[in-house]
């Protein structure tokens, strides 16, 4: 295979990885805004809190239960740092969001930024505002495709961000609460009204897109070996616009979006300079909402009167 | 008028009180404080549009001073207005498209944006000087009295800026467009449907606020002489807006008196610095559950009830 293709193809694949990760974290933001229209803002911090809970169960191994097998470690720091998270995610919406139901949107944002604010700094001042590094827990196997590289790391996240994805359309689409959450997107009051306890699907939806949030967390971690209480901020931020790109309210649209939205950064990192990687990420942004603010997949809804 | 200055005399004695040379220099970044609050709260206190980036407006503001003065020797004086201008140029820029767009997308548009002029200012090395930022800003020459190192003049110019910004803040928030915009914030559909041309309007309202960034990015740029990208941060955009939450949206004094208090806070809360960040956080959620009109919101809403009695008085007579 000729080089050019081959860098193409990695930058594609690379792209792929981190896209993964975002489309975990947009599913979150587009669930909260199909039952709440909120753009919920601390749902960022909720990634970075998943990663830290993800390092601190690495760090309890370490020092207390030595020979337990990688897969092991794996397993318990996803379930510890998904079960964390989910319930920092249903006390939020309980504590924060729940009195606010019903007041102008803009109320519910600036709170939903307070929110962030709160626990970047609680984070900080629990772990120190130095840049964590993570354990490496993974073995380092690199698998060679035609001149691709292929890391274990980037398999587990292709592995379990697609097997969420498949749980979550598989929930939404066949669960009886899944059937209750289109139901509340769609309209709450009549939702209401047939006998769907509205705050209950509510809660579920945070504590499942928290969750999805935490595992991406957790890997976004292990695959950069390093983790801040900055970095919710920037991914947050990214995976709202993959969010938008996709069509807001929308699931296979965050999915996409989250892909492609990768998939550009990491041609766009790869091919220009990484220096404005972020840049891309934000004129994205700023494009879709100008432009098409109802996304890919998202449908026009003119404001309600 | 009267007002303004009853709020703003007791300020003009501090250097008198307090000769006291960090205090001072606090005080004027207080000041500046107060400004930003000023102009972002006719953004989103008086019309509603949530603006999460505009610490960029400010560091456009800045940028164009210190650029003009480094490249072209302009001179402060000029630079001011200059700053205030280019800083409106990229409101309507921002504005034109995007308000169109319903309100809480604005909100993440203009936090894109406020990204994105950061990073560009942290990678434009040519230009910029990159992270170290541009050093060497010209201070301000008053008819020959040179400012200095010395906090207080500063003082003194931000004073008088809060004071002009105030009055015609004031005279705006009881014009036909005032009006026009707290009848959008209220009810942007029934706005239109009253004929209000709603796109106008809240452009004005975008570029007036990002006129008063400009012009105290400017101030700052030349009472620092350095300023670096990392002074403009999204803290601090979240920062002012917490002033305008705490003081209470659509009231100017309001958000003149969350500057004051959030400016402040910090230097009287010495031994919890760390906490300090922690604190807004927690205090923008508690002010949005229990009072989210803020501390003075709920004297707007008197002096509402007052005008329309006055009015009805008006046509009894």
Redesign the interface.
């Known amino acids: 295979m000729d080089s050019q293709l081959q860098l193409f193809l990695q930058q594609v694949l690379n792209g792929l990885t981190i896209g993964m990760l975002y489309a975990l974290v947009a599913l979150g933001y587009t669930m909260v805004y199909g039952v709440l229209q909120l753009i919920n803002f601390a749902h960022g911090e909720i990634f970075m809190v998943g990663a830290y809970l993800a390092l601190t169960t690495i760090w309890f191994f370490a020092s207390w239960l030595g020979g337990v097998p990688f897969w092991g470690i794996l397993i318990a720091l996803f379930v510890f740092s998904m079960m964390g998270s989910a319930l920092l995610g249903a006390v939020i919406e309980k504590v924060a969001y729940r009195p606010l139901r019903g007041s102008p949107k803009l109320t519910a944002l600036i709170t939903s930024i307070g929110v962030s604010f709160f626990l970047q700094n609680a984070v900080m001042l629990l772990y120190g505002s130095k840049e964590q590094s993570v354990p490496e827990i993974i073995p380092n196997v690199q698998f060679h495709l035609g001149g691709v590289t292929l890391s274990l790391i980037q398999l587990v996240i292709f592995g379990v961000s697609i097997g969420l994805m498949c749980f979550l359309t598989w929930f939404v689409k066949s669960t009886k609460t899944g059937m209750a959450m289109r139901a509340t997107a769609e309209n709450p009051e009549a939702a209401n009204l047939m006998g769907i306890s509205v705050n209950h699907v509510i809660r579920t939806t945070f504590i499942l897109g928290s969750a999805l949030a935490a595992v991406a967390g957790a890997l976004f971690s292990m695959n950069y070996g390093s983790v801040n209480f900055h970095d919710g901020y920037l991914a947050g931020l990214k995976a709202f616009t993959a969010a938008v790109f996709g069509g807001i309210g929308s699931i296979p649209g965050a999915m996409i979006g989250g892909l492609l939205l990768g998939i550009f950064e990491g041609l766009g990192a790869g091919y220009l300079s990484s220096e404005w990687k972020d840049v891309f990420a934000f004129a994205l942004l700023v494009t879709v909402l100008i432009f098409r603010p109802s996304g890919l997949l998202g449908e026009n809804v003119p404001e309600k009167v | 008028m009267k007002k303004i200055i009853l709020f703003l005399l007791p300020f003009s004695f501090f250097p008198l009180l307090d000769k006291n040379a960090y205090h001072m220099d606090l005080m004027t970044n207080v000041g500046i404080y107060v400004l930003l609050a000023m102009g972002l709260n006719v953004a ?1 206190g008086f019309t ?1 549009l ?1 603006n ?1 980036g505009y610490a960029a407006f400010f560091a456009i503001g800045a940028y164009t001073y210190a650029l003009l003065n480094l490249h072209m020797g302009c001179p402060f004086w000029l630079g001011l207005p200059i700053g205030g201008l280019v800083s409106m140029i990229f409101g309507f820029l ?1 504005g034109i ?2 308000i169109r ?5 604005l ?3 203009t ?3 406020g ?2 002029v950061r ?2 200012f942290n ?1 434009l090395d040519r230009w910029t000087g990159g992270p170290n930022g541009l050093l060497g800003i010209a201070r301000p020459n008053f008819f020959g009295f040179q400012f200095s190192v010395n906090a207080t003049p500063y003082f003194y110019l931000v004073l008088i800026l809060v004071a002009i910004t105030a009055y015609l803040l004031l005279r705006m928030s009881d014009s036909k467009t005032g009006r026009a915009l707290v009848a959008i914030r209220e009810d942007e ?1 029934a706005a239109s449907c009253m004929g209000i041309p709603t796109l106008h309007v809240k452009l004005t309202a975008f570029g007036t606020s990002s006129f008063i960034a400009g012009i105290a990015g400017a101030v700052f740029a030349s009472k620092q002489t350095i300023i670096t990208p990392d002074s403009f941060d ?1 803290v601090l955009s ?1 920062l002012i ?2 002033m305008v ?1 705490l003081g209470g949206m659509g009231n100017l004094w309001g958000a003149a008196l969350g500057a004051l208090v959030l400016g402040i806070l910090p230097e009287l809360l010495r031994g919890f610095a ?2 300090r ?2 604190i ?6 508690l002010m ?2 229990f009072r ?1 009109q803020g501390i003075l919101g709920g004297q707007l809403i008197r002096r509402e009830l007052q005008t329309k009695n006055e009015g009805a008085s008006d046509a009894a007579s």
């Open positions: 989103v509603g949530l999460l921002i498209p995007s767009v319903r309100g809480d997308y909100a993440i548009t936090l894109g944006f990204e994105i990073i560009a990678n559909l999204f979240v807006l917490a939450v760390s906490y960040m922690l807004f956080g927690l205090l923008m959620i949005m559950i989210p």
